[in-house]
């Protein structure tokens, strides 16, 4: 089979396709034809050794994957071959074949088409930990979400709709500020060019931040919070992890709280 592979640490495009033998289920485990891989900030950040965690070189990024199960090992009840399934390898997905525990994959709903299926998992799972059972949102409160056009970012604007809050987005593009504002966004915010917290204010401020991006826009977003507001710390794609006043959570009585799902 093929697979891409990772020998050295670098940028994406040094990664290289490379012949593997099959693989052959364990117990507990399935062999997934996969169907469709997600590509993540987490397997950017992985590939390049910017993660936390560094998996032994050489290895084969990828790791949300969708597909078909084709070979099952002992003890494995939940799961047949030709079952379609959604699941979290961590790392192997990019490859037309994955060996993996059978507990982190489940069926496919039928509702979801395979590519679907490999960009939800980490994104949707993310988000609804993050504002379900860390900020348990509340509905019709206000939910800021910095860089609303991203996975995490539709996927938080999506779930705070449905939970009956309002949405403030925030992104950089134009087209993705209209991409927010069809998906139900009350406001779309161009948070390079306007004052976002003036802005955000100016909207009666943000019950909640969704903040999958760090750098120089956390800070002018927590001063926009509303009392009792908490700030979901997510992620850091702008590069640089931010240090915020933390008299500003004593003056707005709010918290910053992590959300590491994994």
Not at 8 to 19: C, I, K, M, Q, W
Not at 34 to 39: D, I, L, M, R
Not at 132 to 147: P, T, Y
Not at 170 to 197: N, P, Q, V, W
């Amino acid at each position: 089979m093929k697979a891409i592979q990772c020998s050295a640490f670098g940028a994406p495009e040094t990664l290289t396709l490379v012949d593997m033998p099959a693989p052959m289920p364990g117990a507990g485990q399935v062999v997934v034809d996969v169907k469709a891989c997600g590509a993540n900030f987490v397997d950017a950040l992985l590939v390049q050794g910017l993660y936390q965690v560094k998996p032994p070189l050489p290895y084969f990024p990828g790791n949300e994957v969708s597909g078909v199960v084709s070979a099952v090992g002992d003890g494995v009840n939940h799961l047949k071959v030709g079952d379609e399934v959604m699941g979290l390898t961590m790392v192997g997905g990019f490859a037309e074949q994955v060996v993996a525990q059978a507990l982190t994959f489940s069926k496919k709903p039928e509702g979801l088409s395979f590519p679907q299926a490999a960009a939800f998992l980490m994104n949707y799972c993310t988000v609804s930990y993050a504002l379900d059972d860390i900020a348990e949102i509340k509905k019709d409160e206000a939910v800021l979400i910095l860089g609303a056009g991203g996975g995490v970012g539709l996927a938080a604007l999506d779930l705070a709709i449905a939970r009956g809050a309002k949405v403030i987005a925030t992104a950089a593009s134009e087209e993705k500020r209209a991409l927010c504002l069809e998906m139900g966004a009350s406001h779309a915010i161009d948070y390079d060019k306007e004052d976002l917290k003036a802005r955000v204010k100016e909207l009666g401020g943000a019950d909640i931040i969704v903040d999958p991006v760090g750098g120089k826009y956390t800070e002018q977003a927590f001063r926009a919070i509303n009392p009792k507001g908490r700030h979901l710390i997510i992620g850091f794609a702008a590069g640089d992890i931010p240090r915020i006043p933390v008299n500003l959570a004593l003056l707005k009585r709010a918290a910053s709280m992590g959300v590491d799902w994994g």
